[in-house]
Structure formats: structure tokens, C-alpha cells
């Protein structure tokens, strides 16, 4: 039996599983069939419990476990309040080791100012080697084309070595390809079928709460990440946020980090309330958990690590106290539409306002929770000293529609400077 990182003195995943199971016949048919088939991606059964994790026992509930829920347009919001479920913590893989610096690869568009200029200060302040750094050139737009993409994926393939395990993309556009974010369709491949029906169930991603530090060696893919803002003042503060974030919370003691999860009235966007972990001090972890009512932490939480939270616009985010290595993303149709077309809040609104990555759909998800940022599988991986890239792909199930934004290298709880 595999040894899993979890929160003490709560139920194991063999008795919380069957307690729950014995609640539905055909809830039993949907989680024998989510098992089996994380068991043979390689992946443990933290799907299954997520869908749990919750009020299992509604048809609401029980329609989520389904490999093939019915989801709603995130655009299509419902003005109605939650139901408070019984919250649980997940057991999650125990991770030995993260990506370090000299695994990662940068890709510049040399045909983007702000590219370069962002490009080179990465690769200063991380101490990146030449054999690191790769430079094309590329159509500044929010779209690539399939061929344009073509020929930056064989780049990537023939520059890069197996040593290489992760990249970072120095640029803010091109943030798609068709209906697919570039950071999927660089780690994943394109997927030509995505744009006949964007919000239909996907495969799992083979990275999904993986326990691999090396996903190069293991799955056969590269994670990847923009180093995206608004301008590039703001993405120099965003990559020396994440160096300075290197093992800053390793040792415990002093700050007492803060972890907002945020229950919304807007139903749509809401979905991933029931995946939330119990409020309440975690000594063990040195954390403060909260879950909160509301859009966003009131102004001037402090010390804060992470916030999540279900809505299409939110503000006053830069009047958080954010910790460097700080994660924050909202569950909505378009936050990962980075040139802002879309009329709601994005990715580039965490990232301006202190967060040091984050997380957004670039075409139409639906509200599939599987196709965004797992609430405590995003917390688990990153406080056993993942990294951001590391932790933020781990916990997406599907994530071929969303774009990762941030410094990948930002490891607050890692246990080693490079």
C-alpha cells in the first residue's frame, strides 16, 4: 500500500470510500469505473474522493462522481448559497523532491519585447545555463496557429534534453491553440477534437497527483508555465517573488501562512465548495485554514498562501498581505483569456494584485471541477515542497483547456535552495 501525505486523525481512504459507497448502488457503479481507470493511468484514487468529499449522498453530489457529470456554462450563474457539506481532509501521494532550476527550460520569442526582456531576467535571477535557454520566433497573438505550433513543439523536442523536465514561457501571448491552452498543448499535445465540443469530459491527465518529481523520465511530458503579467515591470516582481519564495516556509516558526478558500453565492462558479478541507489551525502543517463566505479574504488578511475562490469578477485583491510563492486562481469561463476580451476577471488580476501563479480557462470548460485547480490536492502537493508548476498541474484532472501562469519555480516549503 502506497504511503499517502494526509492531515492526522482522520478517516483512512479504504473506510471513508466504503462508508460512502454503501450510500448508493449506482454512486458504486460511477466510483468502481473512476478507480479503475485512475489505476491505470498510475495515479491514486483522489478523483474518487474528491467527488465524495462532500454531500455524496444528494443527486447533485452523486452526479459530480460521474466520470461524465453534467456541468453548466460558468457564464450561466444561478444566484443561490451552497449547502454546507461535511468536510473531510484527502490522503494525497507523499512527494519526494521537486524540479529544480537546472531542470527547468526557458522558451523567448525573440519577435517580443516583452519576452526578452522578461526572458533574460529569469534566466538571471534563476542562473540559468545556455543549453536552458531557447529562442524562436513567433506571432505576437493570443492565438498560434497549428502550424506555428507544430514547428515550436519540434523545437522544444530536438533543443531540450532528457534533463530538462519543465518549461517556462516568457511571453503572455500566444496564451491558446484553438480551444486549447498552450501550455496543454505543449505538454500534452494538441487535441484536434477539443474544439467540437469544449464542455464534453476529457482524458486524465497522466500527471494528475502524480508523485513524480521528474515528469520528463516518468509520464514522457514537459509541464509548462507563462511567465505572464500585465507588463514587465510586473512580471520582474512576479519572478523575484518566486526566487525569494524558495524554501521560505521550510522551517516553522513566525508566520503563520493563510489558506482562503471562499464559498460564493454565484451557483455555477461555486462547484468546487464541497472539495474544500476543514477550517480550523493545522499545528502539523504550521497553516491556518479558512473557509470563508464571500469573493475574496477580507482587506488586509495577512501572511496569505492561497485563495481560491468561484466567480466571473472580483477586486481588491492587491489589498492582501500575499506571501511570496502566494497561489490564487477563481473558477470561471474565461480567466485564462490573457488580452482580456472576455469582460471577466483573469489569471493576469492574481498575478498584478502579489499571487505568484495561477490558473485559467481559455475556451468554455463548463463547470466540470475536474477541469480546475483541485482545492486540497493543490495544497497537499505544494506543502510537501513541490513547486508551483508542480503543484498546479498536479491537481487538474483535465487540464487541456486551462493555462498555468506564474514563476514555476516558486517552492515556498521546499526543503533545499538550489
Not at 154 to 181: K, M
Amino acid at each position: 500500500m502506497s504511503r499517502r501525505f494526509g492531515i492526522p486523525g482522520f478517516p483512512a481512504y479504504f473506510y471513508m470510500a466504503k462508508r460512502h459507497l454503501a450510500m448508493q448502488t449506482r454512486v458504486h457503479r460511477q466510483v468502481r469505473e473512476i478507480g479503475l481507470s485512475l489505476a491505470r493511468a498510475g495515479a491514486s484514487a483522489v478523483l474518487l474522493m474528491s467527488c465524495l468529499a462532500g454531500a455524496v449522498a444528494s443527486e447533485a453530489a452523486a452526479e459530480q462522481a460521474s466520470t461524465a457529470p453534467q456541468a453548466r456554462s460558468a457564464s450561466d450563474a444561478a444566484s443561490s448559497v451552497t449547502a454546507a457539506p461535511q468536510r473531510r481532509w484527502l490522503p494525497a501521494p507523499r512527494v519526494n523532491g521537486r524540479i529544480m532550476p537546472s531542470q527547468i527550460g526557458l522558451v523567448i520569442n525573440v519577435a517580443d519585447p516583452y519576452s526578452v526582456e522578461v526572458g533574460e531576467h529569469y534566466r538571471q535571477v534563476h542562473r540559468l545555463g545556455d543549453d536552458q535557454v531557447l529562442r524562436v520566433e513567433l506571432p505576437v497573438a493570443s492565438q498560434l496557429s497549428v502550424a506555428d505550433f507544430e514547428r515550436l513543439r519540434a523545437s522544444i523536442g530536438d533543443f531540450f534534453g532528457d534533463r530538462i523536465q519543465a518549461l517556462a514561457l516568457a511571453w503572455v501571448r500566444p496564451f491558446a491553440l484553438e480551444c486549447q491552452s498552450i501550455t496543454a498543448a505543449l505538454t500534452l499535445g494538441r487535441d484536434a477534437r477539443l474544439c467540437t465540443a469544449t464542455c464534453a469530459k476529457q482524458s486524465l491527465s497522466p500527471y494528475f497527483n502524480s508523485r513524480s518529481s521528474l515528469p520528463w523520465r516518468d509520464h514522457g511530458l514537459r509541464p509548462s508555465m507563462l511567465l505572464a503579467a500585465s507588463s514587465v515591470a510586473q512580471a520582474r516582481r512576479l519572478i523575484d517573488r518566486g526566487h525569494a519564495s524558495v524554501g521560505r516556509l521550510a522551517l516553522r516558526g513566525g508566520v503563520v501562512p493563510s489558506v482562503h478558500y471562499m464559498v460564493t453565492t454565484d451557483a455555477a462558479r461555486n462547484v468546487r465548495a464541497s472539495l474544500f478541507p476543514p477550517a480550523g489551525p493545522l499545528r502539523s502543517l504550521g497553516i491556518e485554514v479558512k473557509v470563508e463566505e464571500g469573493v475574496l479574504p477580507a482587506p488586509g488578511s495577512t501572511d496569505v498562501l492561497l485563495v481560491q475562490t468561484g466567480i466571473a469578477r472580483f477586486q481588491g485583491a492587491e489589498s492582501l498581505d500575499w506571501l511570496p510563492g502566494a497561489l490564487a486562481d477563481h473558477l470561471t469561463s474565461f480567466g485564462g483569456v490573457l488580452d482580456r476580451s472576455a469582460g471577466q476577471s483573469t489569471v493576469l488580476d492574481w498575478i498584478d494584485a502579489g499571487a505568484t501563479a495561477s490558473y485559467g480557462a481559455v475556451s468554455e470548460p463548463c463547470n466540470h471541477p475536474q477541469k480546475f485547480p483541485h482545492p486540497q490536492m493543490l495544497l497537499l502537493h505544494y506543502l510537501q515542497g513541490s513547486s508551483a508548476i508542480e503543484a498546479y498541474w498536479k491537481s487538474v484532472a483535465w487540464p487541456r483547456q486551462g493555462v498555468f501562469v506564474g514563476d514555476p519555480l516558486a517552492a515556498p516549503y521546499a526543503r533545499m535552495r538550489p
